[in-house]
């Protein structure tokens, strides 16, 4: 059902650690996903308020906090500071905040 919803596809881009604890990116892949551009303050995994300028909708476990995104089209590159799981009785979608 979800799956509907998904209609654009997205670059991720996952941000592992390397050599000396500094952190790279990773292997790309593609993500179907619903984005939707909206200013939305919160805060991220330190506490800190920040503006999140982008909100997804995607499946499940697509996406962690830290990890690097591009919209199909865009040099952008976001990155993620919140991952809320959306429920009804099972856990249908997350909704993914990102700067």
Same mark, same amino acid.
């Given at each position: 059902m979800i799956d509907a919803y998904?209609?654009?596809?997205i670059t991720r881009i996952p941000q592992v650690a #390397?050599?000396? #604890?500094?952190?790279?990116?990773?292997?790309?892949?593609?993500?179907?996903?619903?984005?939707?551009? @909206?200013?939305?303050?919160?805060?991220?995994?330190?506490? @800190?308020?920040?503006?999140?300028?982008?909100?997804?909708?995607?499946?499940? #476990?697509?996406?962690?906090?830290?990890?690097?995104?591009?919209?199909?089209?865009?040099?952008?590159?976001? @990155?993620?500071?919140?991952?809320?799981?959306?429920?009804?009785?099972?856990?249908?979608?997350?909704?993914?905040?990102?700067?």
């Amino acid at each position: 059902m979800i799956d509907a919803y998904l209609t654009d596809t997205i670059t991720r881009i996952p941000q592992v650690a #390397g050599e000396w #604890g500094a952190t790279t990116d990773g292997a790309t892949s593609s993500v179907p996903a619903r984005p939707k551009s @909206e200013n939305v303050l919160t805060r991220d995994s330190k506490g @800190e308020e920040v503006l999140a300028t982008v909100s997804l909708m995607v499946k499940p #476990g697509a996406l962690v906090v830290g990890d690097h995104f591009s919209l199909t089209g865009e040099s952008l590159e976001y @990155e993620v500071i919140q991952v809320k799981q959306i429920k009804d009785f099972i856990r249908r979608y997350d909704r993914i905040l990102a700067k």
